[in-house]
Nanobody
Framework: QVQLVESGGGLVQAGDSLRLSCAAS????????MRWYRQAPGKGREFVAAAYWSGYSTSYADSVKGRFTISRDNAKNTVTLQMNSLKPENTGIYYC???????????WGQGTQVTVSS
C-alpha cells in the first residue's frame, strides 16, 4: 500500500520560510515524478513545483520561481519543498503528488496546511 506523508506546514509571517517534506513508501518509485500542489481556500488544486525522475530536472509555477526550491532523494523516497520569502497568497493546503512517467499510477498525500499572515 502506497503512502505519502507530508510534514512541515505551519503558521508563519510574510517573508518567512518553511520547508515541507513528503515521505513516500509502499513500493519502488523508479520512473516516478514528484510534485507539490497547493489548494487555496475555495479554489482547486494548482501546480507548484515538480522534480522529475529523468535527469533530475525541475519545474515551477511562475508565481514561486526564485523563491521555492524542490528537491528529491531517490534513495530515501522523499521530496522536499523549500519555501522562502513566503507571501499571504501562498496560503493553502500543500499536497504531495507522485506519478509514474507513463501516467498509469498517481498517488496523493493527505496534505499539510501552510498559513502565511501579512
Amino acid at each position: 500500500q502506497v503512502q505519502l506523508v507530508e510534514s512541515g506546514g505551519g503558521l508563519v509571517q510574510a517573508g518567512d520560510s518553511l520547508r515541507l517534506s513528503c515521505a513516500a513508501s509502499g513500493r519502488t518509485f523508479i520512473n516516478y515524478d514528484m510534485r507539490w500542489y497547493r489548494q487555496a481556500p475555495g479554489k482547486g488544486r494548482e501546480f507548484v513545483a515538480a522534480a522529475y525522475w529523468s535527469g533530475y530536472s525541475t519545474s515551477y509555477a511562475d508565481s514561486v520561481k526564485g523563491r521555492f526550491t524542490i528537491s528529491r532523494d531517490n534513495a530515501k523516497n522523499t521530496v522536499t519543498l523549500q519555501m522562502n520569502s513566503l507571501k499571504p497568497e501562498n496560503t493553502g493546503i500543500y499536497y504531495c503528488n507522485v506519478r509514474s512517467s507513463d501516467f498509469a499510477n498517481v498517488y496523493w498525500g493527505q496534505g499539510t496546511q501552510v498559513t502565511v499572515s501579512s
